[in-house]
């Protein structure tokens, strides 16, 4: 008798763990980080722009594409917080599908859209540098993260990048 208790009690550790049946009960799991990890990116972006002098707002997204941190150095422009979720955003989505870790790979590699640029016509979607795709070790997607308010996307996209090797250790 206690020999079929622990046959049965393994078949349904097995079953419970069976990707197969996992995907039967039609919920998703998403990997994304923490609140704090996603803080403590964003602030390291804005920390490092502002020890090169420049003043940055740093915007993370989750795999969502919605906004998970924002934060702003002391003395940006209003539209630095728009155009770094904006990077963020691009980052992610884009990076994602075409396989490119920074939006300045995106670029070029020519994937700004068709000729007539309609891709920039997505409201969210910002074809400038200064945007990074988060992943783990095993190149797993986690979000993105953008960075705005150097003078220059080049400039953003390197704050952001070293953000990135800065924080990307405590990803997994």
Request: hydrophobic share 45%.
């Amino acid at each position: 008798m206690a020999r079929r208790q622990v046959a049965v009690a393994a078949c349904a550790v097995l079953l419970a763990v069976s990707p197969a049946r996992a995907g039967e009960t039609g919920i998703i799991t998403t990997q994304k980080l923490s609140w704090d990890l996603a803080d403590r990116l964003a602030a390291a972006a804005v920390r490092i722009c502002a020890a090169r002098g420049w003043s940055v707002t740093a915007a993370v997204v989750d795999p969502s594409g919605h906004e998970q941190v924002i934060i702003k150095g002391d003395t940006v422009p209003l539209q630095s917080l728009s155009v770094s979720y904006r990077k963020a955003y691009t980052a992610y989505a884009y990076g994602m599908t075409f396989d490119k870790d920074t939006i300045s790979a995106l670029i070029a590699a020519k994937v700004t859209g068709p000729p007539n640029g309609a891709l920039n016509t997505i409201p969210q979607v910002l074809f400038v540098p200064g945007g990074v795709l988060l992943r783990r070790a095993d190149r797993s997607v986690l979000g993105g993260l953008g960075v705005s308010g150097a003078p220059g996307g080049d400039l953003d996209e390197a704050c952001a990048v070293a953000a990135v090797k800065e924080v990307s250790p405590r990803f997994h």
